[in-house]
């Protein structure tokens, strides 16, 4: 399933690296930050030049993994340094998801383990693997993970809006009778009818082809009782990749601005599946969220999920389980040679 996991996260930002340990842990069947250490430093000669390849490479590097090391002893203790650091996020996390959390984390002897499988934890790694693209190495996983995904988010819009909201995916790959199951530029003006706003642009001049969609994922809107433009309109972009933060601007206001006379606003989110934190639980970027609403790992458990009398996320909603199909991915789970949980 996965490629190389030996590989660096490609980016200084610690919540990845968090992420890179939880993937190590389900491997080996424990982590601990020596142990996170040992792998860090079997790549070593990879650890300057691996490490700000995404979209944020104008984001200066945090200490100590900055700059050539003089000595080995510089690079062993920025090695423990980033060991530490990544497992503060780690016990943030393990605190926060409580019951949910697929991995055991024993704050004393700082050891994270991997636990049984449940519902909500099975959405957990669900969510880890859509952002592990880097690891993944079976592209048609990749596809089936990402369709998933923008179904998820789907819910996840639908549980933001009322009841009453139209709720649509409107990507290029529509399931038979959706709603938008037609071509790109059919789409645009079916869209222009829907949320009643005049196309000002030749639609058909716009788009190359009529595959595609437009950067547009997800479509909602609120109908009054009445035929007047200037409703409540939301639009969403699902991003599974690292270039998320310029992506989330594809299903903005400025970026469909130019085919709508738009009477209102419309909403931005943009769902990804990184758990976008910092220890305190605050966002782990605030200048990267960019006009939009963001829909992170956080937000989506807690959006689709049910929360126990004890304030924990241990429970999904049924039909979650059944359309995201989590048995079958649980199943796929099970045909690895995986560690026993302890």
């Known amino acids: 399933m996965f490629r190389d996991l030996a590989r660096l996260p490609g980016s200084p930002q610690l919540h990845r690296w968090a992420d890179w340990a939880e993937l190590l842990c389900i491997y080996e069947g424990g982590l601990t930050p020596p142990g996170f250490g040992v792998e860090i430093e079997k790549q070593k000669d990879s650890i300057l030049i691996d490490t700000d390849d995404d979209v944020e490479s104008d984001v200066p590097l945090p200490e100590p993994l900055k700059n050539p090391f003089e000595t080995p002893a510089e690079f062993r203790d920025a090695v423990t340094q980033r060991a530490n650091d990544t497992f503060a996020f780690i016990e943030a996390r393990s605190n926060y998801y409580g019951n949910a959390y697929p991995f055991g984390y024993d704050a004393s002897n700082r050891r994270l383990t ?201 429970a999904l909603d049924s039909d979650v389980v059944a359309e995201l199909k989590l048995d079958e991915f649980a199943a796929r789970l099970e045909q690895f040679d995986w560690p026993t949980p302890s």
């Open 114 to 314: 991997l636990r049984p499988l449940t519902g909500a934890r099975t959405l957990y790694l669900f969510l880890l693997f859509c952002a592990a693209f880097r690891y993944i190495d079976d592209k048609k996983f990749q596809t089936t993970l990402a369709g998933r995904f923008e179904w998820l988010s789907l819910q996840a819009l639908r549980r933001q809006l009322p009841d009453r909201a139209n709720v649509h995916l409107f990507g290029a790959n529509p399931s038979p009778g959706a709603h938008y199951n037609m071509g790109v530029r059919a789409r645009v003006r079916q869209l222009g009818m829907d949320i009643r706003e005049q196309i000002l642009l030749n639609v058909d001049k716009e788009f190359d082809s009529d595959s595609g969609d437009g950067g547009l994922d997800l479509v909602a809107w609120l109908d009054q009782d009445d035929v007047a433009p200037g409703i409540q309109i939301a639009f969403g972009q699902c991003a599974c990749g690292t270039e998320w933060i310029g992506k989330q601007h594809s299903s903005s206001m400025a970026a469909w601005n130019p085919f709508f006379r738009f009477t209102a606003a419309p909403l931005n989110y943009c769902f990804i599946p990184y758990d976008f934190r910092a220890t305190d639980g605050d966002w782990y970027r605030r200048r990267s969220i960019q006009g939009s609403i963001i829909m992170d790992r956080r937000r989506l458990f807690n959006t689709v999920g049910v929360v126990d009398s004890n304030g924990q996320l241990s």
